[in-house]
């Protein structure tokens, strides 16, 4: 049994898909749709989704431009970590729904909403992103998920409901895309159908963010970003607004052809999936702010980070920004942060990016004590100590299996 809706906000990108789903709300729920379009820095025009939406007869439309939101509250906190899920992926899609979320939220109290709809399928992670999100933000809200309540199973049932209701499809959109595609300013990913079979390389029309590394420029190009606190703020000595610094960060990605990652991931749900991404700045930016904490960074902060990052990039991949734990482990993050400023020089060229520099008003880096020359800082015969000291154990160890065999229990 359908449950009782008065206002719905939808999250609507203005697509066929999102079209659909904001009629079918009308015609099931019988009840009023309020539509969320946010420009997250995905590359494309928004207006049409508000033309397509008065069209389709909604009065409350919002759309809003939360780029730089997004990349200063959500992309640089997690930067500040090195996060990476699985050890590769740099959770471009994952970072952008708790913003999507809350705003969803925020707009239904504005309104007085009291449900939420997204268009997340039934298969992926995007759906319990979504909807811990809600229910973290707003434990009471209704959360409508059209891909597990509809019975609009095929392209052609879509097609159908679209011209029942007298919804436009392009022509373009009568058949199937060969991908989907999920992008905003960090990244750009692409999965699903002709990218389905792990054993087939991707076609190079699939890549929409970054050049051919094999046809890129056969000279590097050396940039230097500089970073206060954990983030950066400036690229070759320009200061940049978080957004405008990252966009600057894509466009010398792309054209080196920085970013590309083929990677077969475990979703949340339980299944493996092929995803395409590109991120050419993030890519960038994470081997610019390893350079920086190289130099700044104490070793049992480093090796502190370095071991909680799985667990703190699996709370984002799953979906539990919102959380306590996702709290507490980024207070810890941006506590080592406080000295992480300086500048990284880096070297672009032809799918890589490499630090070739760094230095810092900070630095715990000592010429004197590692220089392979006479020095009168460092008494060499300390080390002897240092060295028993870490040994005993493995020393006493060493002798009791000298004189005793393992007891049996048998």
Known sequence: MTQSVNKVVLAYSGGLDTSIILKWLEVEYNCEVVTFTADLGQGEELEPARQKAEMLGIKEI?????????????????FRANTLYEGQYL????????????????????????????????????????????????????????????????????LDFAEKHQIPVPKDKRGESPFSVDANLLHTSSEGKALEDPWVDAEEYVYSR????????????????????????AINGVAMSPATLLTELNTYGKKHGIGRLDLLENRFIGMKSRGIYETPGGTILLEAHRGIEQIT????????????????????????????????????????????????????????????????????YSMEHVTFEEDSVYDQTDAEGFIKLNALRLRLLNQRGKITEPPSYD
Request: aromatic residues 10%; hydrophobic residues 35%.
């Open 210 to 233: 970054t050049d051919n590394p094999l046809t890129a420029p056969d000279e590097p190009d050396y940039i230097e970003v500089e970073f206060e606190k954990g983030d950066p703020v």
């Open 91 to 158: 959770l471009g899609t994952s970072i952008a729904r708790p913003l999507i979320s809350k705003r969803q939220i925020e707009i239904a109290r504005e309104t007085g909403a009291d449900a939420v709809c997204h268009g997340a399928t039934g298969k992926g992670n995007d759906q319990i992103r979504f909807e811990l999100g809600y229910y973290g933000l707003q434990p009471d809200i209704k959360v409508i998920a059209p891909w597990r309540e509809w019975d609009l199973q095929s392209r052609t049932a879509l």
């Open 297 to 364: 960074l104490d070793k049992g902060a480093t090796h502190l980070k370095d071991g909680i990052m799985p667990k703190y990039a699996e709370l984002i991949y799953n979906g539990f920004w919102f959380s306590p734990e996702r709290d507490m482990l980024q207070a810890l993050i941006d506590k080592s942060q406080e000295f992480v400023a300086g500048t990284v020089r880096l070297m672009l060229y032809k799918g890589s990016v490499r630090t070739v520099g760094r230095k810092s008003p900070f630095s715990l």
């Open 62 to 78: 919002y759309i809003e431009d939360l780029r730089e939101e997004f990349v200063r509250d959500y992309v640089f906190p997690m």
